[in-house]
Structure formats: C-alpha cells, structure tokens
C-alpha cells in the first residue's frame, strides 16, 4: 500500500488534483493506495505528552499506524510563505524519528507562482531525511498553469509517470532486499 498525505485544506485544492493523479497512476500500475486528508482525519494539533507512549485510541497512534502500514509514502502539500503548510508539518510531528526508515517519499508541491514549489520540496527533502526515509528524485514542483480541466499537461503527465516509476522500483527493492554487492570496476 502506497499512503498519499494530503497538507491542504482547500476546497478546490490543486494539490489534491496533483495527489489524485499521481494515486491514479499508482493503481493502473497494480498498487493500492490510501489518501490521509489532513485537513478532514487529523485536525487536532501535534500533543507532545502523546508523543513517547501514545494513547491507542489517540490521533498520534491511528497516524503512526496508517504510516507503519505503507511501503511508500507520498506528500503533498501547498506552497505557502515558501515552505511546505502548516498542516502537513503538524502531520509529521507526530511520527518517530524512523517512520520512513525503508520507504521511499515521493514529493508534490503546488505554488501560486511557478517557482515556489522546488523550495517546498527541498525543504521537504530534509524532514524525509530527518525521518528516515529515501526522498525519490524526481519531484512534482507545479502550479494551477501546469492542469487544464483538472487533467495534468503532457510535461506534468510524464513527470509523474517517472514519480511513480521511482516510487514502485524503490518499494520493490526495499520489499525484497537491496543487494550489497557494488558493481566490478576496472
Ligand atoms: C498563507 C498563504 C501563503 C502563500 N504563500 C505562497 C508563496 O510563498 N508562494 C507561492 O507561490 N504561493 C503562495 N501561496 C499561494 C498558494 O500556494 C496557492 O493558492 C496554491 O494554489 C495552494 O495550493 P492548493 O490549491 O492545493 O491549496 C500562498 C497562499 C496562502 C493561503
């Protein structure tokens, strides 16, 4: 199972659209997929007294849960003040210092302008770092310009088509153990 985080609170969110192509291309290729919305299951701020024992009927424990399950994880989240949202921060708050350990992270991030959303991802890159977890290189830095009717452009399209492509090659490596041999050299 491939877990999407959403970080946006918006009723016509971008992010969403972006996070439900990417899930749509996850499933035609045979993944399941299950869509954490933020903004609608995990509104309560981040409780530090949960944090070392949580409560099992606490929002800490059902989002560590939800994570432990995943074999790849995808954030996504809206470019605000340069950075990632306050939502998706509160999100990962939660969660162990080893909660990506083994998962590969793939990164989507909307801007109003088409600049801003790289920095969101770079930023984000640090915080999979900080959790364990193997950022995929390719990211979805986009803005409303990069959909028409809500259906990614071809640049955008194939984007995620190698999103994707990294996401389920670094799963299956990490389902069926890397191999520690290096390649011959000479
Ligand atoms: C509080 C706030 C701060 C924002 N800051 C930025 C910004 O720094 N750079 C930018 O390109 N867009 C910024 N925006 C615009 C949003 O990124 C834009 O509305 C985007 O569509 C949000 O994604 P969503 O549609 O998924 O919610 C900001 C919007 C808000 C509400």
């Not at 996070?19 to 981040?46: I, K, N």
């Amino acid at each position: 199972m491939i877990l999407g985080i959403l970080g946006s609170a918006s009723k016509d969110s971008i992010t969403r659209v972006a996070l439900l192509a990417v899930r749509d291309r996850l499933v035609a290729a045979g993944e399941s997929f299950d869509l954490v919305d933020l903004a609608v299951e995990y509104r309560e701020l981040h409780d530090v007294e949960q944090y070392d024992d949580p409560d099992p009927v606490s929002q800490t424990w059902a989002l560590r849960r939800r994570v432990a399950a995943a074999a790849a994880v995808v954030l996504a989240t809206p470019v605000y003040h340069g950075s990632f949202s306050g939502l998706l921060k509160n999100a990962v708050d939660h969660l162990l210092g080893d909660a990506f350990a083994g998962r590969p992270v793939g990164l989507v991030a909307n801007g109003g302008g088409p600049r801003s959303g790289g920095g969101a991802c770079d930023q984000l890159r640090s915080v999979v770092r900080a959790l364990g977890g193997w950022s995929a290189p390719t990211h979805l830095a986009i803005t409303g310009a990069d959909f028409i009717d809500s259906r990614p452009s071809r640049f955008t399209s194939e984007r995620m088509d190698a999103l994707v492509n990294e996401l389920r090659t670094f799963a299956t490596a990490s389902r069926t153990g890397f191999t520690t041999e290096c390649p011959a050299t000479g």
